[in-house]
């Protein structure tokens, strides 16, 4: 359980990223103008987006809260160029967890994975056998 001092102390960190993002440029807003420290964004890299709302035409540094940790990061304009032009992610997706919790998590799925596939295959196997069975005890 929080203290209501650390809860409050929470409050006004997420309360300040968002004044922060509310206060930095919009990159979705039309225009040619790329803001200082922003990287300009290259539109035939975002064709892969089918989406009908307007691309982003620059990438800048963006704060935001970890959501495992809640530690406070910035994801960068050249880590988003990277994120959307050329592994070709989502529009509307968005930076989430700090890289140490990233790479926990990737960790985590991929046991998972393992796991459930592991399953599978048995589930496979045993279903296999049953059949061979009832096919001898036929004939
Ligand atoms: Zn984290």
């Not at 035409?57 to 809640?70: E, L, M, Q, R, W």
């Not at 592994?87 to 994975?113: F, N, S």
């Amino acid at each position: 359980m929080k203290s209501g001092k650390q809860r409050r102390e929470e409050i006004k960190a997420k309360r300040l990223v968002r004044l922060r993002a509310a206060q930095a440029p919009n990159p979705f807003m039309p225009s040619k103008a790329v803001p200082l420290g922003a990287m300009a964004a290259d539109p035939a890299q975002l064709a892969h987006n089918n989406t009908y709302g307007l691309l982003p035409s620059f990438y800048i540094d963006t704060p935001f809260v970890c959501k495992n940790c809640g530690a406070q990061e910035i994801w960068t304009a050249k880590q988003q160029k990277w994120w959307y032009e050329i592994a070709k992610g989502q529009i509307d997706t968005r930076a989430v967890r700090c890289r140490p919790c990233r790479l926990l998590e990737r960790a985590r799925v991929e046991k998972a994975r393992r796991v459930s596939q592991a399953g599978m295959a048995l589930k496979i196997e045993k279903k296999k056998n049953g059949e061979n069975r009832n096919t001898n005890n036929n004939g």
